[in-house]
């Protein structure tokens, strides 16, 4: 059998590890086209090591097997949706859960409760809250403790070193250390200055909760936020017309004034510009859902407590949703249409996950800043190789020139 650390050759694996593994699926297949297993205790692990990711993994498939398709993760079935209509119908007559956070607790060895539909919707409006009320600013050791996390399972160091774990735990016991302090202090008081852990105070969770909360919100905000900002820059490089139109756009809205939270809701263009780097980046390349009761796509059966993945890397490169899909063109969401079905994804609207928000202000204050005073050019040459994991990046460095506008 295949070793555990190395199917972990993308982040994105330990999702679906620690969602199978906290709830059992179905061995059934249910008819749904794809492939069988290639081991009997691996599944297609393999087929996913030898694809480089599950990504491109899951492009190969949708390829050959349409917009719903099937695969082993193990013995466990996992069924992957591959275009808008699919998942139309699966987004709302099916009662899902969302693992993204129950992947985070497993590794950050959280205990992870069921909490009922009320809970989660309550708590979903306090992360909207303390997202409006407040940016977080610790980035450094955000970035230290997020960057041991993905280490660690894609090397497989977190087992087999006891050096790297204790950098992992004392790295995690560092920002726990904090954020502990953090929430004893600002119980029971008020201060004029809001941070996303009042918004949780306020709520009336327990220590614990506020703690586990505020550490999920933490990492997945800043991997996010930091990925939208290196890839809206990097893509701003390769169109001198999209960065003219931004810096009109940035000049017409502020002038000479200073960046106000009020005037960056009218840089109506710049909101484009982050989406389409979004979209032709696949910033978030899978999400999943783990199916509540046996629910039906077309004519396919899907099983209780099956892993239903989004293909969203796929779904956000189909030709038949978006013309000339690999360019980058932020005038395609002028297009109502376009915006809808990027709500639909959970990529803006009423479905926007609350780190995407918190990135979304973050790099339009990075942009105003920049494009305001500089002219952003891309390297002769340089090749920018894709890496796709939890979140996607470069394989390597990707470099920029500047010169300046006044």
């Known amino acids: 059998m295949l070793d555990f650390a190395i199917f972990a050759v993308t982040f994105l694996l330990a999702l679906v590890a620690a969602v199978l593994y906290l709830y059992p699926a179905s061995r059934q297949a249910a008819g749904i086209p794809g492939i069988t297993p290639t081991e009997e205790k691996d599944g297609n692990l393999p087929d996913i090591v030898n694809s480089g990711s599950l990504h491109e993994f899951l492009v190969n498939l949708h390829e050959r097997y349409g917009p719903v398709v099937s695969f082993w993760f193990g013995r466990r079935l996992v069924v992957s949706l591959g275009t808008v209509e699919v998942l139309k119908q699966h987004i709302n007559p099916n009662k899902t859960s969302d693992p993204f956070e129950t992947m985070l607790k497993s590794l950050l060895r959280y205990q992870s409760g069921g909490a009922n539909v009320g809970e989660n919707h309550m708590r979903k409006k306090l992360y909207e809250s303390g997202v409006t009320h407040s940016l977080q600013s610790n980035f450094a050791l955000l970035l230290k403790v997020w960057s041991e996390i993905g280490k660690g399972f894609l090397d497989g160091s977190l087992d087999k070193s006891t050096t790297r774990k204790k950098q992992y735990e004392d790295a995690l016991m560092q920002l726990e250390s904090i954020l502990k302090k ?24 327990n220590d614990q909760q506020i703690l586990e909360d505020s550490m999920i919100f933490s990492l997945a905000s800043c991997i996010i936020t930091a990925k939208l900002c290196t890839w809206a820059i990097c893509f701003l490089t390769t169109s001198e017309e999209v960065q003219k139109k931004l810096y ?29 780097t979004v979209r032709t980046a696949k910033l978030t390349p899978v999400s999943a859902r783990l199916q509540g009761i046996e629910g039906k796509i077309d004519k396919f059966i899907i099983p209780k407590e099956t892993l239903v993945l989004y293909a969203l890397g796929v779904i956000l490169q189909d030709p038949s949703t978006w013309p000339s899909p690999h360019k980058f063109d932020p005038d395609r969401f002028d297009d109502e249409s376009m915006m809808k079905t990027f709500s639909l994804l959970g990529f803006s609207g009423m479905q926007e996950c609350p780190e995407l928000r918190f990135a979304y202000m973050v790099a339009t204050v990075l942009l105003s800043v920049l494009v305001r005073r500089l002219h952003l050019l891309s390297v002769e040459g340089q090749l920018i190789e894709t890496k796709y994991e939890l979140v996607t990046s470069s394989k390597e460095e990707t470099w920029i020139t500047v010169s300046k506008r006044y």
């Open 182 to 205: 953090i929430i004893k202090e600002r119980k029971g008081k008020n201060f004029s200055q809001h941070i996303f852990i009042d918004s949780l105070v306020q709520g009336n969770l």
């Open 248 to 276: 009109e756009e940035i000049d017409h809205v502020f002038g000479k004034d200073p960046i106000t939270p009020e005037k960056i809701e009218q840089l109506r263009y710049c909101r484009h510009v982050l989406c389409e």
